[in-house]
């Protein structure tokens, strides 16, 4: 078992490369992909492996990337397409939503679309506007497209090439704050025993009270959960991964034996990924809930300026305060 210590942007890497390997049909484009190896380094060393024919440097045109990758997907191909930052999908997304979320249901199942758009998506890096957006409700609430969302180097490994193995298209959200941190990962694990890629997975078992996040906020959600424990509480964390399909049977489960659940994410609450969540656990646990289920968000503004992020962002503090109210009814 070959198991190494990585940062989350070298596991996405490392699961790009061995995609790469896997089929040659796979390729990787977007803005400065190629030789420069990406903004953040993701795609460093391919296009010097791989050569400029599968990890390709494209124009400044998002709406370009993603519709040439349409063209490659019906074609046979499987086109990874990097958005260099959360901010700039918007000129692409009447792609996304017109043509790859609807080729297939337009087809009547004859075409497929198996593409990968890649997103580092949060805030938390000290960016200018436009580079700290979380724009997954836009996607999750369209048909057609599935979204997922790693949080920790073993996953992002795995589930980058998960992702790309699907014949469906995927919006694949990297939480960017979280590129330099570091985990265990195992270089070996066969995808064919690989966790769902659709799955939740329990990171923390608990009794009291019920965390569920994705992305960044998994680690604030654990780093809450360790804080509450020195004061009694045993929080459960749930990391979704998937936002679209939502699977909520581990939330289910863990919410009838705690009473309680907090739903925390970046993107501001009105009509986000909270919402839902919380109207699914409510009809689905009524009889359970000892609170109403509370949401823990960024703030109903545009993305701040960066010397006041931190203002904006969930942390400890505002996740166990909504601990603390779920305590109070």
């Known amino acids: 078992m070959a198991t190494e210590t990585l940062t989350l942007g070298k596991a996405l890497n490392n699961g790009l490369r061995r995609a790469l390997e896997a089929d040659p ?126 949080s920790n180097p073993q996953d992002a490994y795995v589930m980058i090439q998960q992702a790309i193995a699907s014949d469906d298209p995927i919006v694949f959200l990297e939480p960017k704050r979280r590129y330099w941190e570091k985990g265990q990962v195992d270089l070996d694990a066969p995808l064919s025993e690989a966790y769902p890629l659709h799955s939740a997975r329990v990171v923390r078992p608990g009794t009291d009270v019920t965390l569920l996040a994705y992305g960044p906020m998994v680690r604030t959600c654990l780093e809450a959960a360790t804080a509450a424990a020195e004061d009694g509480r045993e929080l459960e964390v749930i990391d979704l991964r998937s936002l679209s399909p939502l699977d909520l049977s581990a939330a289910y489960e863990s919410v009838k034996r705690t009473g309680r659940a907090v739903v925390v994410h970046e993107a501001p609450s009105n009509i986000g990924l909270g919402a839902e969540l919380a109207a699914r656990i409510t009809e689905e646990c009524f009889y359970s809930l000892e609170s109403p289920v509370l949401r823990v968000t960024g703030f109903d503004t545009p993305y701040p300026a960066a010397r006041v992020e931190e203002e904006y962002l969930p942390d400890l503090d505002r996740v166990l305060d909504a601990v603390d109210r779920t305590f109070g009814w």
């Open 25 to 150: 049909k796979v390729v990787v484009m977007g803005e400065d992909v190629g030789k420069l190896g990406g903004v953040f380094r993701i795609t460093d060393g391919l296009q010097k492996d791989f050569g400029d024919q599968r990890v390709i440097d494209t124009p400044l045109a998002e709406s370009g990337i993603i519709g040439t990758a349409v063209g490659l997907a019906i074609r046979g191909y499987r086109p990874v397409c990097e958005i260099q930052f959360d901010g700039f999908v918007y000129p692409a997304y009447d792609q996304i939503v017109s043509q790859v979320a609807k080729m297939h249901y337009r087809s009547r199942g004859k075409l497929s679309i198996p593409m990968v758009i890649r997103i580092p998506f949060g805030g938390g890096i000290g960016a200018v506007e436009h580079h700290s957006e979380s724009p997954e409700a836009y996607f999750a609430h369209t048909a057609g497209l599935k979204v997922v969302s790693c």
